[in-house]
């Protein structure tokens, strides 16, 4: 109470602290965040009350400054690869990249406190990642903001040349062989549809035959197709996957290049006429959710639609009240509420745990 009058006193908008929490991902960049703000409520608490003997110094500032500029880079990693409302498997790679960038960066940093930290981190990165992740490589390449030139610049980042080299030879690989495999099975249902498609139309032609006017349009049709097949390359020369990847990339506006809000997903809907075969590769890739995030989140949601009130609603109806929320909250472009970590459910601080 004494704190929170002090805070008041001095006009500070933020009412609270924050607690350290060792089961949330990012509470001890949050309650930094906060403590450095009200931090010239401290040394006032201090003289108030003599019990408190943990006052921060102006060294400890500068200390947690230094703390919080390496961590932001993981608050918004975090925040970007739990989202909800769009695709997170093509921007996985970019943030990684960033948070192996900022390490590197950081390695010899003048504090020694941060220079241990960074050294742990490394340690942990290369140990996760130093085996290339295909589905964050091809995730990213199907993005149409970045295509094979993040996975080449990230990876020179990420890895050393050698490794480098190779890891972008595999992912070009490994993006070829799906896209044949996609291609095979396009041609497998084209085939069965053409078969069926000659059966009917040749029962329509014998049925009609007689009819003067369609034999005219049969016979123009076909001339037609003679013609096409006499000036036209049946098979193209050139990949759906080639011909996207030598495509420049797509340029957005100034500060949207490495934002969430691009819809990846709507990009290859419009433009599924021109990457018939491709754009289905891209929905299935793209639809993979980075994080179990969304999935827990689910089940949360859960537990406050099957209340003591509501507890005989079938799994039909409890699926159709959370989907049917979240597109309406997508729909009119609403917010999901977040609750902290106090107002959290039980099952939520499980699943958290």
């Known amino acids: ?31 930094l965040v906060v403590a450095l703000k009200l931090k010239d409520a401290f040394p006032i608490f201090a003289q108030r009350e003599p019990s408190y003997k943990c006052c921060p110094s102006l060294e400890d500032w500068t200390r947690i400054q230094d703390v919080l500029s390496i961590l932001e880079v993981f608050y918004e990693a975090t925040q970007v690869i ?7 498997s093509n921007v996985f790679l970019g943030v990684v ?95 069965r549809g053409s078969s069926s498609v000659t059966h009917v139309g040749s029962s329509v032609v014998t049925s009609t035959r007689f009819t003067s006017k369609e034999k005219v349009v049969l016979s123009g049709l076909s001339l037609y197709d003679k013609y096409l097949d006499s000036v036209e390359d049946v098979t193209p020369k050139k990949s759906e996957l080639d011909i996207y990847l030598e495509e420049g990339v797509y340029r957005c506006q100034d500060g949207e290049v490495t934002s969430p809000v691009f819809d990846a997903l709507s990009w290859w809907k419009s433009h599924e006429l021109k990457f018939s075969i491709l754009s289905k590769l891209a929905r299935d890739v793209l639809a993979i959710p980075i994080s179990s995030v969304a999935s827990e989140a689910t089940f949360s949601a859960g537990t406050r639609v099957l209340d003591p009130h509501r507890a005989k609603l079938s799994s039909d109806m409890v699926q159709v009240l959370i989907c049917g929320a979240d597109w309406v909250r997508q729909l009119h472009g609403i917010n999901k509420p977040i609750m902290t970590y106090e107002e959290e459910e039980p099952i939520d601080v499980i699943l958290q745990a």
């Not at 004494?2 to 309650?31: A, Q």
Request: proline share 2%.
């Open 1 to 31: 109470m004494k704190f929170s009058e002090i805070v008041h006193h001095l006009g500070n908008p933020v009412k609270k602290l924050v607690l350290d929490c060792v089961t949330r991902w990012n509470s001890t960049y949050e309650m």
């Open 82 to 88: 739990s989202g909800t409302n769009y695709p997170t």
């Open 97 to 191: 990249w960033r948070v192996k960038h900022v390490l590197n960066e950081n390695e010899f940093h003048h504090e020694e406190v941060i220079r241990n930290m960074i050294e742990k981190m490394k340690k942990k990165f290369d140990k996760y990642w130093g085996d290339c992740n295909l589905l964050m490589s091809i995730g990213a390449i199907l993005d149409p903001r970045y295509k094979m030139r993040l996975v080449d610049f990230a990876f020179n980042q990420i890895y050393n040349a050698n490794d480098a080299r190779a890891n972008v030879k595999n992912v070009r690989d490994a993006l070829h062989d799906l896209f044949y495999e996609y291609v095979e099975i396009d041609n497998m249902r084209n085939r």
